[in-house]
């Protein structure tokens, strides 16, 4: 079972990104998907989160600038991120979770510079 992330970089504040998770297992199109962040030196928190079915969670600190979104005929979740800070600094990690599993990508940097 694996997840393929994609999509970090480095990008000015203000700037846009867009990461990609791929599934390499179809029984993820009956998970909830969902992307979390690891800043240097803090915990590892949830950024958004999407059902099988489309309803979605997020940060407040992220509300009204990202947007997670899926394809389930592909078995894969995407996080489009705009009006980037300099806090959004963090390595970002797909993740997905369906009974019993719970799978994590490994890992993408987005570096946002002010």
């Known amino acids: 079972v694996q997840l393929q992330a994609s999509g970090g970089g480095l990008v000015q504040a203000g700037g846009s990104l867009r990461l990609s998770c791929a599934a390499s297992e179809s029984v993820f199109s009956r998970s909830v998907m969902g992307w979390y962040r690891q800043a240097p030196g803090k915990q590892r928190v949830l950024v958004a989160t999407?059902?099988?079915?489309?309803?979605?969670n997020y940060a407040d600190s992220v509300k009204g600038r990202f947007t997670i979104s899926r394809d389930n005929t592909k078995i894969a979740v995407y996080l489009q991120m705009n009006s980037l800070k300099s806090e959004d600094t963090a390595v970002y990690y797909c993740?997905?979770?369906?009974?019993?599993?719970?799978?994590w990508g490994q890992g993408t940097l987005v570096t946002v510079s002010s």
């Open positions: 999407i059902t099988s079915g489309g309803d979605t």
């Open positions: 993740n997905a979770k369906v009974w019993p599993i719970n799978s």
